[in-house]
């Protein structure tokens, strides 16, 4: 890498300026994989915190919010559990308004057994609240608060659990029938939970439902598809932006030396060898440019208020910082083949 070390020495203003705009198209990526992670969190965790191995809904409910089972679907579905050895739990789901201490705040009732979840209080009459619900509504255990024109106490605040955006509040499964029946949904649960191995087809076949896996049904949960779809197509762009500027700058700079890697060849410089020193050149702008943009975004989203639904993980950081350092190193190996494919007299301006 001596020429490219030469190069990068000699012109700091021009390769900064790149390094500058690759940092800048790492922060809009690290933002938006972190913004998509926390909202896809404020969809899903509560469904994920489950531990199912299957969710079973209505056959044709195109949304949890469309799902009714009856007692009977309910029963052949335990039926089925009891048969093969697995655990199947009812679960209800309503997203409803919720008031306590003077504050209305949205909430997503999840009402089962607490066989199902730990969270799940045990007697008739109180719920639990995740730490967003507790907050949201000013209550703490001990304190009441009203649910569709019930009033219950809070027997403990668990963990964080959201769905559809909504902090989550569970109570038993009665509460919630009554709680539905109140809110005119009807219906024995919503979905139900089967955490084991069960001849699905042949359960959903009797009982007249659809099941599939915790991942599978996650875009029945409100505009989860749609939302996490559109910020991923953004993200996805700004990967081929970022490697369309990478190759942009180093077509232009190829050409501009091109005289320089004449030379070389006419001196017995191999094609390889000028495509590693080129590449070499460019790894370095490259792991300068995203290491400075995925540290603003560490930073930045380590000091983020809790209002700001933005995770900062590997997965959010790490995973698009060595993408764009990849597809950057497949644009300027792209915009280097013309350059290094040249024939040196050609290069030097021997035909004129």
Known sequence: ???????????????????????????????????TGGLAGQNVSAVLGLDASRIVTDAGAGTFAESTLSADQVAQWQQ????????????????????????????????????????????????????????????????D???????????AVTGD?????????WSTLADWQQIAQA????????????????????ADSVAGTQSSTPLQALPQIGAFGSEIGSLGLIIGLLFAISALVVGAFFVVWGMQRRGDVAILKALGASTGSLRRDSLGQASVVL????????????????VLPQSVPFLLSPLTTLVPAVLLILLGLVGAVVALRPVTAADPLTALGSNR
Do not use: K, N
Request: proline share 3%.
């Open 1 to 35: 890498m001596f020429v490219a070390w030469r190069d990068l020495r000699a012109a700091r203003g021009r390769f900064a300026l790149i390094a500058g705009v690759v940092a800048l198209i790492t922060i809009l990526v690290g933002f938006l994989a972190g913004l």
């Open 80 to 143: 089925a559990g009891a048969r093969a050895g697995a655990q199947v739990d009812p679960l209800g789901i309503s997203q409803l308004r919720a008031t306590g201490d003077g504050t209305t705040a949205g909430v997503a009732v999840f009402g089962s057994v607490g066989a199902l979840d730990p969270a799940v209080p045990t007697a008739d009459g109180t719920v639990s609240l995740s730490a967003a619900a507790a907050t949201d509504l000013g209550a703490a255990a001990g304190d």
């Open 145 to 155: 608060i009203a649910i569709a024109g019930r009033t219950f106490t809070v027997a």
């Open 161 to 169: 659990a959201w769905y559809a955006h909504s902090p989550v509040v």
């Open 183 to 202: 809110t005119g949904s009807g219906g024995a649960a919503t979905v139900v939970i089967v955490r084991g191995d069960t001849d699905a087809a042949a």
């Open 287 to 302: 792991v300068v440019g995203v290491g400075l943009g995925t540290a603003l975004v560490a930073v930045a989203g380590s």
